[in-house]
């Protein structure tokens, strides 16, 4: 192979490398396609970026290497982070609580933006191993004293993370005595491989609680959640009623979803079923 042809594999590599890493995967037939080569060459390339590290082969094609991660940003790092995407989420979210049930916020920015949603939703009493989310309702409730149909806040108590979650034995015990109807759960990561994860072990548990105690599980998950993965996994999708996301989600992480619970996207129409039935 002259230098010349070399050459021209290396771009084809990094060509095919800024594919996956963009779509989050292709396929052989795709990349065939696209690059005017044959099956064979598509392939070689494939098993040549996969000894390398940088991609992982699947049947059919190819998707990014995930790497666990381990760190956790903390509250203010993540609020400002797809502050819109959030907003929106929020406020798809928020017809799911019905007034009068009882509801879990977890921790994270996602649920802090919904609970800024349900303060006009009546007789709810909500769970909450959030700090932030706890607050939310509290300043609510002292700039409109004896508000008729005002929530009902349980705080779980518990060891305090860096994203302002309460965690640990005591929380655990205190959730696993509860039930609810609707579970609202922000997520650091959301993948087919490892489900719903954190960089937290703790908050993993916590979570893994929360879950177990609730009568449906709506995670609330910017597109960006997609495809990342924790140190820790606490639920599979197969235990994820509905996802409420934004527009920004690909089509293939939709298609994917779609195979395992509801999935709502903000300003969207709504295939699913009807709130009523969460």
Do not use: C
């Not at 590599?13 to 963009?22: F, K, S, T």
């Not at 098993?47 to 790497?67: F, I, M, N, S, T």
């Not at 700039?143 to 009902?152: D, H, M, P, V």
């Amino acid at each position: 192979m002259s230098e010349n042809q070399n050459l021209l594999a290396e771009q084809r590599r990094a060509l095919i490398l800024d594919e996956v890493r963009r779509r989050g995967g292709v396929r052989v037939n795709e990349l065939t396609r696209k690059l005017g080569v044959s099956d064979m060459t598509v392939r070689r390339d494939l098993d040549a970026l996969a000894r390398q590290g940088v991609l992982e082969k699947v049947h059919g094609g190819a998707v990014p290497v995930v790497e666990a991660s381990s760190h956790e940003p903390g509250f203010e790092a993540k609020s400002g982070l797809e502050l819109t995407a959030k907003e929106d989420i929020a406020r798809a979210a928020a017809p799911l609580a019905a007034p009068g049930t009882a509801i879990a916020l977890s921790g994270g920015t996602t649920t802090y933006a919904l609970a800024q949603q349900l303060l006009d939703v009546p007789d709810l009493t909500v769970v909450t191993n959030s700090v932030r989310v706890a607050d939310v309702f509290h300043a609510a409730q002292r700039t409109a004293a004896n508000r008729q149909g005002a929530a009902t806040v349980v705080l779980t108590g518990g060891v305090r993370t860096p994203s302002d979650s309460l965690v640990g034995p005591v929380a655990d015990q205190a959730i696993a005595a509860l039930h609810f109807d609707v579970l609202f759960l922000g997520v650091h990561g959301i993948s087919p491989e490892a489900g719903l994860s954190t960089p937290n072990l703790a908050e993993a548990e916590t979570n893994r609680r929360l879950v177990q105690s609730a009568r449906r599980v709506v995670v609330v998950a910017d597109h960006t959640k997609w495809g990342t993965v924790g140190l820790s996994s606490f639920a599979a999708l197969d235990q994820v009623d509905t996802l409420v996301t934004d527009a920004g989600l690909p089509v293939e992480a939709r298609t994917e979803i779609s195979e395992h619970m509801r999935l709502l996207v903000a300003g969207e129409p709504d295939s699913g079923s009807d709130a009523a039935d969460i």
